[in-house]
């Protein structure tokens, strides 16, 4: 007898997540906004330890088991993508349940802009109201010089700011200061000067930071505190459309790195351990909406417009990003689940071996030197982020070839120096 075939097409499912109000008590809600726009995905829905039952028996056959610690696993790739105009990037829910902390800053003057202007040298004071937001991607300092001396309508500065990464050099010179009058900075920004309450002498320099908008990451070591996901993940009912199976995972958190290569697109991989549950089937199916989740950008040139080792500019060919995440599901009387027990951060990088006269990465690892990282995919305000580390420790450095070009694949540890301070991640707002 041949049996109709109505098969669950893999290709065709569902996959959401959204942050815990609690762990393991699941999302206030989940729609389809909170689908994940993932790849290469791979789903244990369930994993346990058999336990054997070893009864004494008077004869052969094997004996019955029993399921320890039973849970669910899901893997997978998503776009490593800037904040875009929301502000908040499309991998914020997957980055936080890997046990990090987030720092919002909006996109509003005084948000991105001192709310005064540091005196280094001179006479002159003056007050301003922020109007204008500051639109690049790294945090800078403005640094006014005064030219020609003077108050209101007189007093003139040269407005300075070097270049880093898609950020352009800034040099303005004779912009003049007038109370009530827009007063530009670099990026975009700008400040109404309010009032001159000492004139201008030349000579005078005042600097006015601005920082950037969007999220920055950073690991956390409260174990307490750490944010935990609900995933859904759905698959077609063959024999009722418009009906799915539904397969939940509660209390989920997350193992992530990051990784990119010239010519190709960069992306997050994660891995999450949550509790076990039973699918339930013949679910109404819940339409994904993958507005939030832009495409990636390939890594080049154009796009990848920095990587700094050791204040040294190199020719990259790949990276890699480690949080280095322990994650380990824990069953004792009063206590069951995934739970991050340590994480140890790394980094990697393979560029062209650059002269020793330019940097010896040999000496360096040789010395322990403590070497910052600093890397920029996404060549603008919301489509950029930016992988920060302060304090990387290499291990030897291997030479290697690429296209009968020397290279060197470095790799090594991302140390913290006071805690949660190993590495950040800051994704760029629009």
Not at 15 to 36: K, R
Request: net charge neutral; hydrophobic share 40%.
């Amino acid at each position: 007898m041949r049996l109709p075939s109505y098969p669950v097409h893999w290709d065709h499912k569902a996959v959401f997540a959204a942050l815990e109000t609690a762990f393991g008590q699941g999302a206030a809600a989940i729609t389809g906004a909170d689908a994940v726009k993932l790849w290469d995905v791979n789903w244990t829905p369930m994993e346990a330890q058999e336990k054997e039952l070893p009864y004494a028996k008077p004869y052969f056959g094997a004996n019955p088991s029993i399921l320890l610690t039973k849970q669910s696993k899901l893997t997978g790739k998503v776009a490593l993508v800037g904040g875009g105009a929301a502000g908040v990037p499309c991998w914020d829910a997957i980055m936080r349940a890997g046990g990090t902390s987030r720092a919002q800053v909006l996109k509003t003057p005084t948000a991105t802009i001192a709310a005064a202007a540091v005196k280094t040298s001179g006479a002159g004071a003056f007050t301003y109201t922020r109007t204008t937001a500051y639109g690049g991607v790294h945090p800078r300092t403005a640094t006014l010089t005064c030219t020609t001396g003077g108050g209101s309508g007189v007093a003139a500065f040269t407005v300075a700011a070097p270049a880093l990464g898609s950020d352009a050099a800034h040099n303005q010179v004779a912009v003049v200061m007038t109370t009530g009058t827009a007063f530009a900075l670099p990026g975009g920004a700008a400040i109404t000067p309010s009032a001159i309450g000492t004139d201008f002498v030349v000579g005078d320099v005042f600097t006015i930071a601005l920082t950037p908008a969007g999220c920055t990451y950073t690991p956390s070591s409260d174990r307490s505190g750490g944010k935990s996901l609900e995933v859904v993940l759905t698959l077609p009912d063959p024999e009722n459309a418009g009906q799915v199976q539904r397969w939940r995972m509660l209390g989920g958190r997350c193992t992530i790195k990051a990784s990119g290569a010239a010519d190709d697109y960069p992306y997050y991989e994660f891995e999450v351990t949550a509790d076990f549950l039973a699918p339930a089937a013949g679910v109404a199916a819940l339409p994904p909406d993958y507005a939030a989740w832009p495409d990636p950008v390939v890594i080049s040139t154009e796009n990848t417009p920095l990587c700094r080792i050791h204040g040294h500019d190199v020719v990259l060919e790949s990276f890699g990003w480690d949080a280095g995440n322990s994650i380990e599901y824990v069953a004792r009387v009063g206590r069951q689940g995934a739970r991050k027990s340590d994480a140890k951060a790394s980094l990697t990088a393979k560029i062209e071996a650059p002269s020793l006269a330019s940097v010896d990465f040999f000496a360096l690892c040789d010395a322990r030197t403590m070497v910052p990282f600093l890397l920029q995919h996404g060549a603008g305000a919301g489509t950029a982020v930016v992988i920060k580390a302060d304090r990387w420790q290499l291990s030897p450095p291997k030479p290697g070839e690429s296209k009968k070009d020397m290279m060197y694949d470095l790799s090594g540890k991302a140390l913290p120096l006071s805690g949660d301070d190993d590495w950040s991640i800051f994704a760029s707002a629009a």
